[in-house]
């Protein structure tokens, strides 16, 4: 059996550069550094792109504060619950939850420094469910043509 029961959840505009903010997109399409994560045969789950969902893809910057309201924050646990479905099932039967890749500085995705609102509902969920996960962000200077050996 060639499945290796190892997955990785990321932030939607890993793979997809199209969802974010017009002027801020750094790639093509998808972020060449998740080329590594593929060769070492770890499965992908895309989270999806709140503010995309929320705003559509002409929306301007906004800051975390500006996105920060009852109304989102439900948005992004709803968004959230279909995918902590599959997670609990993955690990009920033995698959590995290795890390969750965020996008640092972004009002809905970062993970460190000023955490972002969509992270902010999941990390609480995770942790009201018990489920501990490593984390890695994409830095703001990372760009398609980025070394990515030199990211982590
Ligand atoms: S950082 Fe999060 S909210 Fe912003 S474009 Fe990427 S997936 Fe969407």
Same mark, same amino acid.
């Given at each position: 059996?060639? !499945?290796?029961?190892?997955?990785?959840?990321?932030?939607?505009?890993?793979?997809?550069?199209?969802?974010?903010?017009?002027?801020? /997109? !750094? /790639?093509?399409? /998808?972020?060449?550094?998740?080329? =590594?994560?593929? $060769?070492?045969?770890?499965?992908?789950?895309?989270?999806?792109?709140?503010?995309?969902?929320?705003?559509?893809?002409?929306?301007?910057?906004? =800051?975390?504060?500006?996105? $920060?309201?009852?109304?989102?924050?439900?948005?992004? !646990?709803?968004?959230?619950?279909?995918?902590?479905? $599959?997670?609990?099932?993955?690990?009920?039967?033995?698959?590995?939850?290795?890390?969750?890749?965020?996008?640092?500085? =972004?009002?809905?995705?970062?993970?460190?420094?000023? !955490?972002?609102?969509?992270?902010?509902?999941?990390?609480?969920?995770?942790?009201?469910?018990?489920?501990?996960?490593?984390?890695?962000?994409?830095?703001?200077?990372?760009?398609? $043509?980025?070394?990515?050996?030199?990211?982590?």
């Amino acid at each position: 059996m060639k !499945r290796n029961k190892k997955l990785i959840l990321i932030s939607h505009c890993i793979l997809n550069q199209n969802s974010v903010v017009k002027p801020l /997109a !750094r /790639a093509k399409g /998808a972020f060449p550094i998740i080329k =590594s994560f593929i $060769d070492e045969g770890v499965g992908i789950i895309q989270l999806p792109c709140p503010e995309f969902k929320f705003l559509g893809p002409n929306r301007k910057p906004m =800051s975390k504060e500006e996105y $920060d309201t009852p109304q989102y924050r439900e948005l992004c !646990r709803n968004l959230f619950l279909p995918i902590l479905e $599959d997670i609990k099932k993955y690990i009920e039967n033995g698959y590995e939850l290795q890390t969750i890749i965020g996008i640092n500085q =972004s009002p809905t995705c970062s993970i460190t420094g000023k !955490r972002g609102v969509f992270m902010d509902e999941i990390f609480k969920i995770l942790e009201k469910e018990n489920i501990h996960i490593d984390s890695l962000e994409i830095p703001t200077d990372y760009t398609e $043509d980025s070394d990515p050996t030199s990211l982590w």
